[in-house]
Nanobody
Framework: QVQLVESGGGLVQAGGSLRLSCAAS????????MGWFRQAPGKEREFVAS???????????EYADSVKGRFTISRDNVKNTVDLQVNSLKPEDTAVYYC????????????????WGQGTQVTVSS
C-alpha cells in the first residue's frame, strides 16, 4: 500500500524559510513523478513543483511561476523522500501543502496523480 506522509510545515514570518519533507512507502518511486501541490483557504488546489524521471540518472524539475527562485524540490531515491525547500516566504504562500506521486507525469502535472499525502499546513504571517 502506497503512503505519502508530509512533515515540516508550521508558522513562520514573512521572509522566513521551511523545509517540507515527504516520506514515501509501499513501492519503489525511482521512475515516478513526484511533486507538491498546495491549497489555500477558499482557493483551488494548485501545482507548486515536480520532479520526474528523464531516463538513467536524469531528473527534470518544474516550478510554478509564483515560486520560481524561492522554492527548491529535491528527491532522494534511496530514502524514498521528496523535499521542498521554501524560502523567502510570503503571506500568499499560506496553504496546506500536499505531496503527490504518479508513474505518469502528465497525470501529476494536471492535478490527478494516483497518490496524495494528507497535507501539511504552512502559515506565513506578515
Amino acid at each position: 500500500q502506497v503512503q505519502l506522509v508530509e512533515s515540516g510545515g508550521g508558522l513562520v514570518q514573512a521572509g522566513g524559510s521551511l523545509r517540507l519533507s515527504c516520506a514515501a512507502s509501499g513501492r519503489t518511486f525511482t521512475n515516478y513523478a513526484m511533486g507538491w501541490f498546495r491549497q489555500a483557504p477558499g482557493k483551488e488546489r494548485e501545482f507548486v513543483a515536480s520532479t520526474r524521471w528523464g531516463g538513467g540518472s536524469i531528473y527534470y524539475v518544474e516550478y510554478a511561476d509564483s515560486v520560481k527562485g524561492r522554492f527548491t524540490i529535491s528527491r532522494d531515491n534511496v530514502k524514498n523522500t521528496v523535499d521542498l525547500q521554501v524560502n523567502s516566504l510570503k503571506p500568499e504562500d499560506t496553504a496546506v501543502y500536499y505531496c503527490t506521486a504518479d508513474p505518469d507525469f502528465s497525470r501529476l502535472r494536471v492535478g490527478i496523480p494516483d497518490y496524495w499525502g494528507q497535507g501539511t499546513q504552512v502559515t506565513v504571517s506578515s
